[in-house]
């Protein structure tokens, strides 16, 4: 019987490869694997696969010729030879031949691959999910390419606990070879017969499109932008959806390409036509985007994502009886939402809960249950038409919706589009959007009415206010082909893009976010990451975040700074406040870049002016305060101050320190600007040369004056130093406040005294200079017509 050669990278030594796995369910540390060993076994087994095709391809060749001087000998005449060569065939009948062992290894692959992803979608647990992978590491080691790169996802993501980039790159690299040779084998065989099947580009698509985000980083592998490109090209064409997403990011924002927006309408657009139609089919789920720039405290206990206890607080309540809360929790189970698994199961039972007690939207969701079928509910249009007319009695907008959909589509009833015209208007004008879609597309493909692109695009527009994403669709479609609307291909791509991220890829979301939330600080980047470079904006943000905080160990730290900077910049320009903030901030201290305060302060402004920004006012103030970048503006910085305050109530002690300093250091000039017009009067009374009297005065102002300067004396944090002192001296008034109980307002009356105090020896100072009668030095009489101009 003839040895099988398996075909696999993973087939020389399967034990290595469960051993892995293996290591993955452990969390001691003496179980995991080492990147070296992975390396080291990946690199021999190609060696030693390269070495066995070369030698078998020499026995084979040594072994015909043999057989052949043989038969020449012999005499292929010989008729002995014949019988016994005629029984051996015979015999060998019943033996399975080398390619009949191979066919059998690769269908065994086959279910071992399909019984993984089974166990894969109907997991609820680490431990499901890796009894999938540990199935996918048996199909890889048959030689099964889906299996393989399922298995370079896990290791590349950290799917479950243990990330080996260089393992994963080294399982990518082999695939898109062997992906290659196989296309180039097979090239004569698509040429006659042009079938899906035998392409090989649904094996590239997502390694392309791997390769591609890797090489954009440099993680793992060398930073190279054009190579990222000629990865993200081939995975488009072989049918990747990423990868068209990617280009079509890239072409819309110019990422080193030519900004095109015709281009980025064409790859949206496939993506987009693919998410309609599993939306259609009610199969898309949205997902929670958290943002991990929001602050630690509320992070912890973010609205996305529902918190274990607060479930456990919400179950208690609706087993009591909270109506409310029972269609709430039916809800979340229904779809999936904050966090939670779909468990139609529990969906069912809070809805009938809360109908047996009279609960309108919870008959409508029972009826929405029956309609579309699940494993809870199986689809029954009876049932539904039951429950959907119950909720409808109680004028429920997502009841007469359902009974508008069962006669739009005949379903347990005869086709009738004038009662389902009838039911939708019902529902539209209760603001329920889904049935205002429905108007819509029934005004735009003339179902049941006449063609009315006006009347669609209106409700379209409606719905799409509330966020239907099939109304988004379509008014994409009127945009992109100027129907009904003047054609904009801007607008059409914004609004197809935001389509396309409702698609399954976005669940990588709650993956990276619960990656975050455990310390698996890379896995988590590496996720955001690839959503970031499909042009999410939170997980732009998110992902320079993660980079900013230098935690992250897959990326060089010198490499940080620049690689945040980049994702900052990419959320702000799809309108992220923070992150203009932020790139302001990295001009300001030359983080990733050079300083340049000029850059800087344009940011603040921009992020002031367009988004009101407290951060951004006070940033600003402090600039024009301290003449850095732009001229020095007193007036201006205490404008921004208050601004500052008044947008923000967690500005009020920042902005009330920030005053008290800029009063303080002003207080102390003018003390030094009345002590010289002082020596002016003493001197002119005296009656002595004013000349050489006034140049001792203005050298004793402009030593004083130097020593004003207390960047030299205290460093270049000397206001931080001043704002010390001054909350010191808060605290001991504070505490004289609260046991005198003075007005709430102590603290801004205090500073209104201290701000009018300073006023009125400023005009005491500028009263002594007219006596004095006579002018300073062009420095001196600088800083006075300065002050001169915001004493007032």
Known sequence: MPQVTRFSILSTDYKFVVMCFNAWLCSSDDNVVSVNEIKQFLSHTLERRKLNKGINKRENLLEKKKNQHKLRIKGIQNKALLKRNKNHFWQSKSIPTKKQAYKNLTDEGDQLFKMGIKILQQSKSQKQKAEAYILFAKAADMGNLKAMEKTADALLFGNLGTQNITAAIQLYEYLAKEGSYKAQNKFILLKKKKSPENSERMKKKQIAKALGFLSSYGIGMEYNQAKALIYYTFGSAGGSMMSQMILGYRYLSGINVLQNCEVALNHYKKVADYIADKLEKSEGIPVEKVRLTERPENLSSNSEILDWDIYQYYKFLAERGDVQLQVSLGQLHLIGRKGLDQDYYKALYYFLKAAK???????????????????????????????????????????????????????????????????????????????????????????????????????????????????????????????????????????????????????????????????????????????????????????????????????EKEK??????????????????????????????????????????????????????????????????????????????????DMAAQTSPDAHIPVFFALMKLETVHLLQDILIFNVSLSQISLKSLKTPMSNSWNVSCRQFTMRWKWMKLDNTLGPYWDLFVIGLIVAMLIFLLRNHYRAGVHSHFMRNMLLEFYDFHQSLKRWVLTVQKLAGEKCSPDIELLILEDKDWAD
């Open 560 to 641: 940080m700074y620049p690689m945040a900077l980049l994702l900052w910049n990419r959320a702000a320009i799809q309108g992220n406040a923070f992150a203009r903030v932020k790139i302001g901030d990295y001009h300001y201290y030359g983080y990733g870049t050079k300083k340049d305060y000029q850059t800087a302060a344009t940011h603040y402004s921009i992020a002031a002016d367009k988004y009101h920004s407290a951060q951004a006012m006070f940033n600003l103030a402090y600039m024009y305060e301290h003449g850095l970048g732009i001229a020095k503006d007193i007036h201006l910085a205490r404008r921004l101050y």
């Open 357 to 555: 007690a009279g609960s309108a939207n919870a008959m409508a969701f029972i009826g929405k249950m029956y309609l579309e079928g699940n494993a809870a509910a199986p689809q029954n249009n009876a049932t539904a038409f039951k429950y959907f007319s119950m909720a409808a009695n109680k004028g429920n907008a997502i009841g007469l919706h359902g009974l508008g959909l069962l006669y739009f589509y005949g379903k347990g009833v005869p086709v009738n589009y004038a009662e389902a015209l009838k039911y939708f208007q019902k529902a539209a004008e209760k603001g329920w959007p889904n049935a205002q879609f429905q108007l819509g597309f029934m005004y735009y493909s003339g179902s049941g009415v006449w063609k009315d692109y006006k009347l669609a695009f209106k409700y379209f527009y409606l719905a799409s206010q509330s966020g239907q994403p099939l109304a988004i669709y379509y008014l994409a479609e009127m945009y992109a082909t100027g129907t009904g609307v003047l054609r904009s291909c801007r607008t059409a791509v914004e609004l197809y893009k935001g389509v396309c991220e409702l698609g399954h890829w976005a669940e990588k979301f709650l993956t990276a976010y619960f990656a975050y939330k455990d310390g698996d600080i890379d896995s988590s980047l590496v996720q955001y990451a690839l959503l970031a470079e499909m042009g999410y904006e939170v997980a732009q943000s998110n992902s320079a975040f993660i980079l900013e905080s230098k935690k992250a160990k897959i990326l």
